[in-house]
C-alpha cells in the first residue's frame, strides 16, 4: 500500500500485568521499541488485580493466563513509575507514558514529585497521564472511596496542575487534600505534558479545559472517534481551548500477521476477554438486548489492529481520519520472541505509511 500522507506516532504497551509480566520481558521490549523507532512505551497502572480482571492484559495471549492458571502460576502486577524509571535508564528516545496512572489513590504531591524527577532525570521524556480509574480492587487494596473518585480526581487534578505549572504560591484547600502555600523544586525545565483519559463525556471535556495537553481514551473502536472528536473540539473551541492543541491518543490491541485469518483466530479470544468482568456485564445504553460487553467486543474486533499489514494500514488509517495522531498498542502473541518479530514488522512495513 502506498504512503498515506498522514502522521501518526506509535507506543508499544510493555507487559506489566498478563502472562508475560516478568521484569526480563518489560525491558526486552522496551529497548526494542526504543531501537525500531516507536515513539512511546506505555504501561498500565494497577496495584492489584482481582480474579475477574485476570485478562485486562498489557502482553500476550489470554490462552496463556488460562494455562498458567491450570499450572499454579500467579499473575503478576509491575508498579507504574518504578517500571517506567528504570525503563528511562535503558533507553534513548521513547516517551514514558503511564496509560493511565489512576489518580484518585495516588497522593497528588508525591506523584509530582515523581513526574518532574522522572522527567528530568529522563531528558524530559515522561508524560503525565492520568485518569479516574475503573477497578475496583484497586481502590479497596488503597482504602479509597471507590464512589467519590470523580471528585477526588477533580481535587487532586487542580494540586498536580499547579505544582507541575509552578502556581503553588496560593495553595489549594479541598474537601480531600489541602496544599499550603508552597515551592516545589525542581521545576521541569521543559513543560511536561498532561493526559487526560475517560470517555467522550462533558464532564472529561472539562477536565480538558481546564489542564489537558492530551486526550486518550480507554479502548473503544475507530467509529466512536468519529462521533467523540467533533463533540469534543466544539466543547474545547466554546470554552476557549484550542482543540488543535491537545495530542489525541487512542488504545488498541496488535495482531500482525502474513495471514489475515491466522490474525484473527489468534487474537479473537484476548480482545473478546478483555472486556471480562461486572463492570461490562449490564445492558448497553444504545441496545439493551445486548451487554455492554458484546457491543465493545464486536466493535473493537472490527477495527483493532489485526491481519495483514496492509490491513493494519487501513485501519490505523480510520483512526487518524477521525483524528487520532498516537496509538497504544498492545501486543497479542503467544511469546515475547513473536511479539518482538512482529514489532519489527510493523515498524518496517506499517509506520512508514505514517511518518
Request: with cysteine.
Amino acid at each position: 500500500m502506498d504512503a498515506l500522507n498522514v502522521k501518526a506516532k506509535f507506543a508499544i504497551r510493555v507487559p506489566v500485568t498478563g502472562p508475560l509480566a516478568t521484569a526480563e520481558n518489560i525491558l526486552r521490549i522496551g529497548v526494542r521499541a526504543d531501537e525500531l523507532g516507536f515513539d512511546a512505551v506505555t504501561t498500565h497502572d494497577h496495584v492489584s488485580q482481582g480474579y475477574d480482571e485476570r485478562y485486562h492484559n498489557s502482553g500476550g495471549v489470554s490462552e496463556l493466563v488460562d494455562e498458567n492458571e491450570k499450572k499454579g502460576i500467579p499473575l503478576s502486577v509491575f508498579e507504574t513509575i518504578a517500571t517506567l524509571s528504570v525503563l528511562a535508564g535503558k533507553t534513548k528516545n521513547v516517551r514514558l507514558v503511564p496509560s493511565a496512572v489512576v489518580l484518585p489513590w495516588r497522593h497528588p504531591v508525591l506523584f509530582a514529585k515523581q513526574a518532574i524527577s522522572l522527567h528530568e532525570l529522563s531528558g524530559c521524556r515522561f508524560v503525565c497521564f492520568v485518569v479516574v480509574g475503573r477497578w475496583k480492587t484497586d481502590f479497596e487494596v488503597m482504602n479509597v472511596k471507590r464512589n467519590f473518585r470523580g471528585r477526588i480526581m477533580d481535587e487532586y487534578l487542580e494540586i498536580l496542575y499547579q505544582i507541575l505549572r509552578g502556581k503553588t504560591e496560593d495553595g489549594f484547600e479541598g474537601k480531600y487534600l489541602k496544599l499550603p502555600k508552597s515551592s516545589f523544586y525542581p521545576k521541569p525545565s521543559k513543560k511536561l505534558p498532561i493526559w487526560i483519559g475517560g470517555s467522550f463525556h462533558d464532564k472529561v471535556f472539562e477536565r480538558l479545559v481546564k489542564y489537558g495537553d492530551g486526550f486518550t481514551p480507554g479502548t473503544m473502536p475507530a467509529d466512536a472517534f468519529d462521533e467523540g472528536i467533533p463533540r469534543m473540539r466544539k466543547y474545547l473551541t466554546s470554552h476557549g481551548r484550542n482543540p488543535d492543541d491537545l495530542e489525541i491518543g487512542a488504545q488498541t490491541f496488535l495482531c500482525l500477521m502474513k495471514d489475515k485469518e491466522e490474525a484473527q483466530r489468534l487474537s479473537h479470544y484476548t480482545i473478546e476477554s478483555f472486556f471480562h468482568g461486572p463492570e461490562f456485564s449490564g445492558p448497553d445504553a444504545s441496545d439493551p438486548s445486548r451487554s455492554v460487553r458484546d457491543v465493545l467486543m464486536s466493535r473493537v474486533s472490527q477495527s483493532a489492529l489485526v491481519g495483514s499489514v496492509d490491513d493494519v494500514i487501513e485501519k490505523v488509517d480510520d483512526y487518524v481520519k477521525a483524528g487520532v495522531g498516537f496509538f497504544d498498542v498492545r501486543q497479542v502473541h503467544r511469546s515475547v520472541d513473536d511479539i518482538l518479530k512482529m514489532m519489527k514488522l510493523f515498524a518496517s512495513e506499517v509506520m512508514p505509511s505514517f511518518s
